[in-house]
T-cell receptor, first 111, second 114 residues
């Protein structure tokens, strides 16, 4: 079974401080990992995925297979980063491409 | 709007009733996914269709069913509704049915069962 754990329901940081949103996963094969973000009154949208290894809006995430983690990081938080963040996992076998989501972390950036 | 659309936005109904939620995928996307978001369970995958055929099933109750039509829009039917079915139901679409394809989400339908 695949599982995603986001240990923090709420994370508050000051503007300009570093941010790290934690995500741990459980999957027996080679997973695809994603971070989705939901800004206030907007729909869920993809922030980044591990296979593209890109930085979006200053956020990065590294897949650590040894620790089964995919933490989201940003060196300097901005007020516009305040949102709900969901870590998600997709399997790599046929019939397993649906997303398994963590319960989400609400990031609040204090001005 | 060429994104994923869902209707209705809100739905209030009574226990025992049946409702239908509708989803139109992005133009060109062949795959549709349904998710349920509740306070206690979070976002949970229900079912996936690809080009009209069921591709994968998640934690979908037997009282729930879905289908994807030839024009690729999808409907999620919820019957014999219970209080616990109150939730936000999201539809997502992607170009293909597999791999690390980005899923694009709709705005959701909020279902309230009284």
């Amino acid at each position: 079974a695949q599982r995603v754990t986001q240990p923090e329901k709420l994370l508050s940081v000051f503007k300009g401080a570093p941010v790290e949103l934690k995500c741990n996963y459980s999957y027996s094969g080679s997973p695809e990992l994603f971070w989705y973000v939901q800004y206030s009154r907007q729909r869920l949208q993809l922030l980044l995925r591990h296979i593209s290894r890109e930085s979006i809006k200053g956020f990065t995430a590294d897949l650590n297979k040894g620790e089964t983690s995919f933490h989201l990081k940003k060196p300097f938080a901005q007020e516009e980063d305040s949102a709900m963040y969901y870590c998600a996992l997709s399997g790599s076998g046929a019939g397993s491409y649906q997303l398994t989501f963590g319960k989400g972390t609400k990031l609040s950036v204090i001005p | 709007d060429s994104g994923v659309t869902q209707t209705p936005k809100h739905l209030i109904t009574a226990t025992g009733q049946r409702v239908t939620l509708r989803c139109s995928p992005r133009s060109g996307d062949l795959s549709v996914y349904w998710y349920q978001q509740s306070l206690d369970q979070g976002l949970q995958f229900l079912i996936q269709y690809y080009n009209g055929e069921e591709r994968a099933k998640g934690n979908i109750l037997e009282r729930f069913s879905a289908q994807q039509f030839p024009d690729l829009h999808s409907e999620l039917n919820l019957s014999s509704l219970e209080l616990g079915d109150s939730a936000l139901y999201f539809c997502a679409s992607s170009v293909y049915g597999g791999g690390a394809n980005e899923q694009f989400f709709g705005p959701g339908t909020r279902l309230t069962v009284l």
